[in-house]
């Protein structure tokens, strides 16, 4: 399989991820694409030849083998590896489709018409949604593997010795993995990067969540800012310490007059009702 037109593809996906989008997908090249090409294709290319059984019975070393690695890793990492970054493109013909219908409208309405996307890879809209499906099936995708590996190899390890017993084995026979402990530590490897890759995924989710909430939250906060701003709400609030000021009105009675030389105690009249 020829990984370098793979690579060039997903490049063009680096320039519309965030931060944590990109560190992921230098994990994947770095310590997943590049690991399984130098090193990985190597360590299993001998599994099957170097499976020895201790019988000189017929097919029995080819049905033990089948039963014990009834998918190769390396074949299972390849598939994973193609649908965990398929997403990712996904993205990327988004934004090429966007790009399109925004070239279609300048070519219709004109340079004055404006325009559809003042900026074509900005996550919104439709893009922002694919972008958080993408990193969904990438989370998922990853977990799914990681459960298929555990269901066929439990613990993810390999043993030294593996006990057989099915025709036309003619008895329980001992077959012999080749290199158990070099391939156990690559499988913990790959294993430990595609955890990895999962947290990133989710970490890069609840960024991109949070970072909407707060977007929608921002407009409400301000219109309560600038309504507690307004000429009304400083007098209902004046008129509020007014009255918790502890000035009180009494009911029924009437107010003073002003004082006069000519009546000085009319002031003192009350009329008690």
Known sequence: MNWGVFEGLLSGVNKYSTAFGRIWLSLVFIFRVLVYLVTAERVWSDDHKDFDCNTRQPGCTNVCFDQFFPVSH???WALQLILVTCPSLLVLMHVAYREAQEKKHRQAAGEGGGRLYLDPGKKRGGLWWTYVCSLVCKAGV???FLCV???FYPKYTLPRVVKCHIAPCPNTVDCFISKPS????FTLFMVTT???CILLNLVELAYLVGKRCREGLAPRTARAEGACRCPDCAASSRSG???LSGD???LGSDPQPPLSPDHPRDHVKK???
């Open 74 to 76: 390396v074949r299972l």
């Open 142 to 144: 990853d977990a799914a």
């Open 149 to 151: 590996f555990h269901s």
């Open 182 to 185: 070099e391939k156990n530590i």
């Open 194 to 196: 595609a955890v990895v």
């Open 241 to 243: 310490r007014d009255l």
């Open 248 to 250: 009180l009105l009494l």
């Open 271 to 273: 009329t008690i009702l």
